[in-house]
């Protein structure tokens, strides 16, 4: 059954209002027509089943027939600060972190970035953005949206991080301490912050002032992992030993 994100509003007790781009999904694309179900989510954590009862150019009319709480979001709120990447590498870390189940998205302008400053940070850019986050939670049966916050300067983000939860920062120079030995002895952090660098990753002045900001640098191993795969190896890593995955 079809998923979609919509507003609170357009899901009044048991009556369902829809306009915009997804009356064009539901009628051109999909093809949908009177009598046919689809879920609704409204970002509350609540799924709606609904009946559509007409369809027309502009708007799409329904009645909720079931309503229900989804228990798919971990318990650990996890935000992923990314280093900007180049192409479609960014995009495609946003698509599957929201499958994984990371919480929230900052966008990181490091050291090593290839964009050069926050201003190159276009609008239609970030409404890209969001539109590859909705499709994901769509695909993946999220109960709620993750956020796609503003990008950041890396000492802006420290200090954002330094605020609550614990913070990662993989680091292939970390000689040691690997990401299980400091999940071990915590039976489970409600919120994470999770640091990855751009490609080339993270400077050692970089990761001398996250020290300085109680980021805690780790190792994911001997192998070296390309930018846009370790954010979802960690990730993944994290919600599975807190028993989220």
């Given at each position: ?99 994984i189940g990371v919480a929230a998205f900052v ?139």
């Amino acid at each position: 059954m079809h998923r979609f994100f919509v507003p609170p509003h357009s899901i009044r007790a048991h009556r369902v209002l829809l306009r915009g781009t997804i009356v064009h999904q539901i009628r051109d694309v999909l093809r949908l027509r009177p009598g046919d179900e689809i879920v609704l989510l409204d970002n509350s954590e609540h799924a709606h089943r609904v009946e559509l009862v007409t369809i027309d150019r502009d708007t799409v009319r329904g009645r909720v027939v079931e309503k229900w709480k989804l228990e798919t979001e971990p318990v650990t709120r996890l935000t992923l600060y990314q280093g900007l990447l180049k192409g479609q590498k960014f995009e495609w870390v946003l698509q599957k972190g929201t499958e994984i189940g990371v919480a929230a998205f900052v966008p990181l302008l490091a050291a090593r970035c290839i964009v050069g400053s926050l201003d190159e940070m276009s609008a239609a850019r970030v409404e890209r953005w969001e539109r590859i986050i909705v499709e994901a939670a769509e695909q993946a049966g999220r109960a709620t949206l993750p956020r796609l916050e503003s990008a950041m300067l890396f000492q802006q983000a420290c200090e954002r991080a330094r605020l609550g939860g614990l913070s990662l920062i993989p680091w292939e120079g970390e000689p040691s301490r690997g990401l299980r030995d400091v999940l071990l002895p915590i039976p489970k952090a409600k919120e994470c912050n999770l640091f990855i660098g751009p490609e080339g990753g993270f400077t050692e002045e970089e990761i001398t002032l996250a020290r300085e900001y109680g980021v805690v640098p780790v190792s994911l191993g001997p192998r070296i992992l390309r930018a846009e795969t370790a954010g979802l190896v960690a990730a993944a890593a994290i919600l599975y030993e807190w028993g989220d995955l």
